[in-house]
């Protein structure tokens, strides 16, 4: 671990609800906003990004659009439907109003191969990826719901080098495998998905 990253449970904002919830808080739930407005500092974007910010900003461009920002879970995915289709109209706008452009998901239906190759092709080219990863069967306590965004930075010979919102610190996972150490414990997660190869606009 090195070089720490923006982490969901930091003081500062862990126990700020996430807008589209009554309860969940950035510290249990907001992986996926945490991660956004880290990439916002690694394209240069918004240096002093926080969850916070994002969450303000992502609000700001629904309500201009005319949406309704209490009913759409702008960054983070209902775990029920995780690809859902409708919803990365969602992440588009959210990501659109933090100055990026995301591109489709690739989940793990596509394959190995697929997943790989999206992640690589973002960062080789200058981009980013966000990494839906589940360890469900792997851990106790945490997220009990299995679903947990990390953020792709940098490739390192052959690993990946990815930013974990859980404790905001840099870990890597091997590129033939897409397996890795999971944070909320000592065992294994695998990547599920691609959600997003993110490219600042």
């Known amino acids: 671990m090195n070089k720490p990253h923006?982490?969901?449970?930091?003081p500062k904002w862990k126990d700020s609800l996430l807008w589209f919830s009554s309860?969940?808080?950035?510290?249990?739930?907001?992986?996926?906003?945490?991660?956004a407005a880290q990439l916002q500092?690694?394209?240069?974007i918004r240096l002093d990004a926080t969850p916070l910010t994002a969450q303000a900003d992502a609000i700001a461009r629904?309500?201009?659009?005319?949406?309704?920002?209490?009913?759409?879970?702008?960054?983070r995915?209902?775990?029920?439907?995780?690809?859902q289709p409708g919803v990365n109209i969602?992440?588009?706008?959210?990501?659109d109003s933090l100055g990026m452009r995301i591109s489709p998901c690739v989940d793990q239906s596509a394959g190995l191969k697929a997943m790989r190759g999206a992640i690589l092709g973002a960062l080789l080219t200058g981009g980013r990826a966000m990494l839906n990863v589940d360890h469900d069967?792997?851990?106790?306590?945490?997220?009990?719901?299995?679903?947990?965004?990390?953020?792709?930075?940098?490739l390192d010979v052959d690993r990946i080098v990815y930013a974990d919102p859980a404790d905001g610190a840099e870990w890597s996972l091997p590129v033939g495998?897409?397996?890795?150490?999971?944070?909320?414990g000592s065992r294994t997660f695998a990547v599920r998905g691609v959600r997003a190869v993110v490219r600042k606009q």
């Not at 500092?41 to 240069?44: D, P, S, T, V």
């Not at 792997?138 to 940098?154: F, I, N, Q, S, W």
């Not at 495998?177 to 909320?184: D, F, I, Q």
């Open 6 to 10: 923006l982490c969901q449970s930091d």
């Open 23 to 35: 309860s969940s808080s950035i510290g249990a739930k907001g992986c996926g906003l945490t991660g």
């Open 41 to 44: 500092r690694e394209f240069g």
């Open 62 to 75: 629904f309500r201009a659009l005319g949406g309704n920002a209490s009913l759409l879970p702008a960054i």
């Open 77 to 83: 995915l209902p775990v029920t439907h995780p690809f």
């Open 90 to 95: 969602v992440w588009a706008t959210a990501f």
């Open 137 to 154: 069967e792997h851990r106790k306590g945490g997220d009990p719901e299995g679903d947990h965004y990390v953020t792709a930075l940098r």
């Open 177 to 184: 495998t897409l397996t890795g150490p999971a944070t909320w």
